[in-house]
């Protein structure tokens, strides 16, 4: 559904993407992730259809994207700045995109209007920015896309909102089997929702798995030995070693098996497996390219 193949984007001399690869299957989501000046707004504004590829190709259902209207009429794109026509209502933004969408759903803008508490009179200049992203997922979803492109979709929304619409967005996910491709620095909410993950840095995509398959190659691991134990170590890439008391939170890069059955022969006083969360998967995978995290406890 999504393809894009050896993408590689100049803004001067300086190389903002470098050589990026995505594959994204109908109804799944995928979760860009990246500090901030990764390329992650840059690589979604080249899907959206907004910048045209250096090299390499950006294809979404079978066709390139840029300049491609039939193919925009087919994806939604949700900026993190929004722009609207500054005189538009609701209601008349609505009329605007059932000229322009050939999908747009009547049906479904009216029966959302119980979904968000907004009057469809109101001017979208005049709404807060929570307000307006609401509309611009009401009129979006209503178009009926088969990709949503996403940049930080729900930031500025309050939970309520954020769970409304994410819900949303799975319903069509499971039930029209709709693409969606969203970045976002809330991890915590990506988690509960993206099957798949992509970590850019530096214009790079360093990671790209599923999100399971991503927590399986680094653990956390709470221990506490009678002596020291570091030697154990040896041979495993710990990327995280603190102390509290006695007890030793590691981060550790390896098979698990072995890293297990090498601390066990050690007879360890405690030894347990944490569950890692996506931000500290992000947070470990980042360091071990280089990028700052001395500061960062877990
Ligand atoms: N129009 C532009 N002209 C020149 N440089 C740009 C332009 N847009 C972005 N850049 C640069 O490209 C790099 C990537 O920017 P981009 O906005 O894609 O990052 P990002 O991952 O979305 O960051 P953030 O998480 O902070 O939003 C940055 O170094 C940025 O300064």
Redesign the pocket.
């Known amino acids: 559904m999504i393809e894009v193949n050896n993408l590689t984007k100049y803004?001067?001399p300086?190389k903002?993407l470098d050589d990026i690869n995505i594959s994204i299957k109908p109804g799944s989501i995928y979760g860009l992730l990246?500090?901030?000046?990764?390329?992650?707004?840059?690589?979604?504004k080249h899907l959206a259809g907004v910048y045209r590829p250096d090299s390499g190709t950006v294809k979404i259902i079978d066709e390139q994207v840029y300049e491609n209207p039939k193919v925009k009429s087919s994806l939604i794109y949700i900026p993190?700045d929004l722009y609207f026509f500054n005189q538009y209502s609701i209601k008349e933004a609505s009329k605007f995109y059932a000229r322009i969408y050939p999908n747009w759903n009547q049906e479904r803008f009216d029966s959302l209007k119980e979904y968000f508490p907004l009057d469809i009179n109101n001017r979208i200049s005049k709404l807060s920015k929570g307000m307006q992203k609401q509309v611009a997922f009401w009129l979006g979803i209503c178009t009926m896309p088969k990709v949503m492109i996403l940049?930080?979709p729900v930031d500025g929304l309050d939970p309520v909102m954020r769970k409304k619409i994410w819900n949303l967005m799975l319903q069509d996910v499971s039930e029209r089997k709709t693409t969606i491709l969203v970045?976002s620095?809330n991890l915590r909410e990506l988690e509960d929702v993206c099957c798949h993950i992509g970590i850019?840095y530096d214009?790079k995509m360093v990671v790209q798995r599923e999100l399971d398959n991503l927590k399986t190659n680094i653990h956390k691991i709470q221990v506490a030995f009678e002596s020291d134990f570091n030697q154990l170590l040896q041979g495993f890439e710990v990327l995280h070693n603190s102390k509290n008391g006695s007890v030793n939170t590691l981060v550790v890069r390896g098979d698990k098996e072995e890293l297990l059955n090498t601390l066990k022969k050690a007879n360890p006083l405690i030894l347990d497996v944490l569950s890692l969360t996506l931000e500290e998967v992000f947070i470990y995978e980042l360091g071990g390219l280089g990028y700052e995290i001395n500061n960062v406890t877990i």
Do not use: M
Not at 34 to 44: C, D, E, R, S, V
């Open positions: 803004f001067g300086f903002v990246g500090p901030n000046g990764a390329g992650k707004t840059t690589l979604i993190d940049d930080e970045s620095h850019i214009g």
